[in-house]
């Protein structure tokens, strides 16, 4: 009886905090690699790669998708315009053939159209994911690194040197 008497008093006297409950703003992720990318993109025209990108992010936004992370630079290339990286071959029939328009900006506003966040990400280290350096062209800054300590070859690829600080300066 006397325990119920006190924990009325304290009921009374320290009455319970009604918590605001906020939920976090929920995100989901979908990541367009250069798997993606080579697969749906390469070798159209302006107009289809445009059709094909609209129909990319319409489905990421039905499906539910807050954001976008889209893989711009894989191989020491861009799918953007660049003074330092060649355009991609995952776009572009040959690493540094004209890109048709730059599919960075045009995704970027396509996103922002669908009320979608858009990330770009980078592969700062990977040049090639196998050892052929026949298809690194002059355009491509690795290709005076080639044979050199600021590029890296093993059963994984070719990469760039982290350790170099020109390598350093050059991802930067």
């Known amino acids: 009886l006397i325990f119920v008497f006190i924990l009325t008093l304290f009921l009374l006297f320290f009455p319970k905090e009604e918590k605001e409950v906020s939920k976090m703003d929920e995100k989901r992720f979908i990541f367009i690699s250069y798997i993606e990318i ?44 660049s003074d330092i990286y060649p355009s991609s071959s995952m776009i572009v029939a040959k690493e540094g053939d004209k890109l048709p328009f730059d599919i960075l900006e045009y995704f970027i506003k396509k996103s922002h159209e669908n009320n979608l966040k858009l990330h770009a990400w980078i592969n700062p280290y990977r040049i090639r994911s196998n050892l052929s350096k026949e298809e690194i062209t002059d355009k491509n800054p690795a290709f005076k690194y080639l044979n050199t300590n600021k590029v890296e070859e093993s059963d994984k690829g070719i990469f760039y040197n982290p350790a170099d600080s020109e390598i350093r300066n050059l991802i930067i």
């Open 38 to 81: 080579a697969k749906y993109l390469k070798g159209k025209d302006e107009t289809a790669l445009k059709n094909t990108i609209d129909d990319m992010i319409s489905q990421c936004s039905e499906f539910g998708f807050t954001d976008i992370i889209l893989q711009v630079r894989s191989f020491s290339d861009a799918i953007y315009y």
